[in-house]
């Protein structure tokens, strides 16, 4: 499976009916697109740190059917204007593959979907990027509030950020990220050490 996943911004004049009626959009218009496996639009949470007003995730079979689908009719057709520059939207997107992957947790129920998407340092030994991977994943099996999980490096992506890594996590709720994710040992004394506190 290769995603693509959007931040996206409409201003601080955007009214509630505005950013629901685009999520909406985006969700229903995506999911028409050749070679979408799923299409989901939502407004992101308050406490979200440069999550926009929408987070919007296209799951497509394969990285063909992702660049097949963005360079389709219906996308030019129906996407492209909806989140045009000129409306006062600005995008941050990104492609990816999941490298590492657990999907096989409450298929099928609805939960909270986080992303994180980050920024390894240019000239990172590749040594310990690795590292940093393998710590990261080590989190599925210590927090059981993680139901879904996937790691992922960014192939291609554009907007007003660079980006080159992308961890996807799957609570029931809020209270599972808020609590046991973020207080979790695994959490603040393993894989918070590999962040900068000046940028998050």
């Not at 028409?32 to 497509?60: E, M």
Request: charged share 25%; glycine share 10%.
């Amino acid at each position: 499976m290769f995603s693509l996943v959007s931040v996206i911004d409409l201003g601080p004049d955007a009214d509630e009916s505005t950013i629901e009626r685009l999520a909406a959009l985006l969700t229903e218009r995506g999911q028409q697109l050749p070679g979408a496996k799923l299409s989901a639009a939502g407004k992101t949470l308050p406490r979200a740190l440069n999550g926009g007003a929408i987070l919007w995730r296209l799951a497509f079979y394969s990285e063909q059917d992702c660049w097949t689908g963005r360079s389709s009719a219906a996308w030019r057709a129906d996407l492209a204007p909806a989140l045009a520059a000129e409306k006062g939207v600005s995008v941050d997107w990104l492609a990816y593959r999941a490298d590492y992957f657990d999907a096989g947790v409450s298929r099928g129920e609805a939960g909270l979907w986080r992303c994180l998407v980050m920024a390894v340092d240019n000239g990172t030994p590749a040594a310990e990027i690795r590292q940093f991977e393998r710590d990261l994943l080590e989190m599925p099996g210590y927090v059981s509030a993680i139901r879904n999980w996937a790691l992922g490096d960014v192939v291609a992506g554009g907007g007003r950020r660079r980006w080159t890594h992308i961890w996807e996590q799957e609570f029931v709720d809020i209270a599972g990220l808020e609590g046991e994710y973020m207080t979790h040992p695994v959490h603040w004394g393993l894989v918070d050490g590999w962040f900068d506190p000046e940028c998050p």
